[in-house]
């Protein structure tokens, strides 16, 4: 699927989630091995991607890994500058694919002086079956605010009237550029809530986070993607399982580089003698680490959070894919 | 997944009538209206601006003065503060309102829904209409109340409908403003050359009481042909021919428009845009 040598066949797990949710094995929107450039800067670099019918996909990745450029070639903003991108069987350039996608981009700035609902009803007039003003008020939690101007909405509430905006269409297909960025958790939480109620009722959505906590609560899917390359490609259990390891604890006096050399050390902490060690396997790793510092001490062996099983995934990339330093190698 | 993609897998929506496509148009320019007379800090000094000036220097002096045969300072600055006028409605409207929402992505969120690119536009030249069709009439208003200026009711009409048809070039140029500027540089950049060409051009006093290198300079300026078509309509006028100048304005305008798509798709290719 990504052809990435990886020690579990992604398949192995990933067939559970979609097979619960897809109707279809044909993707409702792909990108294939698609590459762009930005004059030096190599933003994608052969990136494989598809969403299915009725599946959340999450695309993860650290700031800069190529997320947006992903949801612009899908969008038909940006042009590849090689590979294929195709959306509901057609050019996302399309008008007649464009009325069938909705999109939630990351805006500086929005026209403030109009309200939520001249907003909404300017989105609505472009669609030819558009979503009726009430339930996109209701499904976008937007109620008593239709009057108030854009401006005078609260971070949260912005954000809701930019979903909104993107469901004016009733779109078949939701591409959500970082959603929840900037918002703080009850916020963040309130539109997880309303994005899970549109997947269920049959919407198919590409979700684009930094934060692996959100890709694991919501996506069905996880694609992460590292300096414009598809690292994995899994369901969010198959991620955790794979990769969410040990967290190694003890006092040392080994060097950062002499604990990252230990066998299986993905990320190393240090501090004033405090080592924290984030491995798949503990026991080859304390083996080791016993054999190089016999006097250390407090040692603690505990599972990794989320985060650093994320962490743990980034490094490795970059580990095996020199090539992958930014600036492009052409 | 490297299976021929098939398309049966969704039903696509259905096209779009051509009553509705129309709608677009309507409902785009009622809401870029609306946005736009919100924000005081725009809408004020486009319109007051022009009759200001107009009363300081048309009005002030005596507009009963002369400046030709037959001809008062009040209605002969009529015309020209009403090209003044207009052309900074457009080149604000315009060019100041795409930079700003083609740097802050709001113009990347509207691009990516199926709004035809060109109600975008159409709904910012009805503005630019609005406005400019305001500041002629207060202008016309101040000239026939206070400075006694008396004219033809066809001339009205005439030299009116020439003032605001003046929009279209000036909107053009606008729009290759707007895709040059940055979001912060727009206005700055737009009163550098707003101000400088109006008042080169003969727009803000008769270019004959203007150094003689001003009066070599304005036949290369679009203003300078947009003020004359206007004065034209009054019998004021430096004499040029009216094909030169029309001829002038649709050069300016089209070189406009190829330099605006020129750097439209540019931005295609950027990270923002």
Known sequence: ?330 | MNAPYAVADFTPPPPMPLARRARIYLVEARTELLKVIRLPAYAIPTIAFPPLFYILFGLSFGGSRSVGPSMTVATYMMATYGAFGVMGAALFGFGVGVAIERGQGWMLVKRATPMPVAAYFAAKMAVSVVFGAAIVAILFALGAGFGGVQLPALTWLVLAGTLVAGALPFCAFGLFLGYLAGPNSAVPIVNLIYLPISFASGLWMPLRLLPGFFQKLAPWLPPYHYGQLALKTIGADAGGDLATHVGALAVFTLLSLAGAAFLYRRDEGKTWG
């Not at chain 1, 094995?25 to 933003?43: C, E, S, T, V």
């Not at chain 1, 939520?116 to 558009?130: D, I, T």
């Not at chain 1, 510092?293 to 980034?314: I, N, R, W």
């Open chain 1, 1 to 330: 699927m990504t052809g990435l040598p990886r020690p579990a066949a992604p398949q192995e797990l990933a067939g559970d989630s979609i097979s619960a949710s897809a109707a279809g094995i044909f993707p409702l929107a792909r990108l294939r091995q698609a590459h762009k450039r930005y004059g030096k800067i190599h933003a994608l670099r052969g990136v494989d991607l598809a969403i299915r019918r009725g599946e959340l996909v999450a695309l993860l990745g650290p700031n800069g890994a190529g997320k947006t450029t992903a949801v612009k070639l899908l969008l038909g903003l940006a042009r590849p500058t090689a590979g294929e991108v195709r959306v509901l069987g057609g050019d996302p350039r399309d008008a007649a694919v464009r009325r069938g996608v909705g999109a939630m981009l990351q805006v500086a700035k929005v026209p403030e002086t109009l309200t939520v609902r001249e907003h909404l009803e300017a989105f609505r007039s472009y669609y030819p079956r558009p979503m009726p003003f009430g339930r996109l008020v209701a499904i976008a939690g937007l109620e008593g605010l239709e009057k108030r101007k854009y401006g005078e909405l609260s971070g949260g509430q912005q954000r809701r009237t930019l979903l909104a905006l993107a469901l004016s269409g009733d779109p078949e297909l939701l591409l959500l550029d970082e959603p929840t960025v900037g918002l703080d958790v009850e916020a963040r939480r309130a539109l997880w809530r309303e994005i899970r109620q549109l997947v269920s009722a049959g919407r198919s959505v590409l979700l684009t986070t930094h934060y692996l906590e959100e890709a694991d609560a919501l996506a069905d899917r996880v694609v992460v993607l590292v300096e414009g390359r598809v690292v994995v490609d899994d369901t969010p259990a198959a991620i955790k399982s794979r990769f969410a390891g040990r967290r190694v604890r003890c006092s040392t006096r080994l060097e950062r580089a002499e604990l990252l050399a230990l066998p299986g050390a993905a990320s190393v902490t240090l501090e004033a003698g405090r080592a924290e060690i984030v491995c798949a396997d503990a026991e080859p790793l304390v083996a080791a680490l016993l054999v190089r510092d016999p006097a250390l001490s407090h040692l603690e062996v505990g599972s990794a959070a989320l985060d650093d099983a994320f962490l743990a995934l980034t490094r490795d990339e970059a580990h095996t894919t020199p090539t992958a330093a930014p600036g492009g190698s052409r």
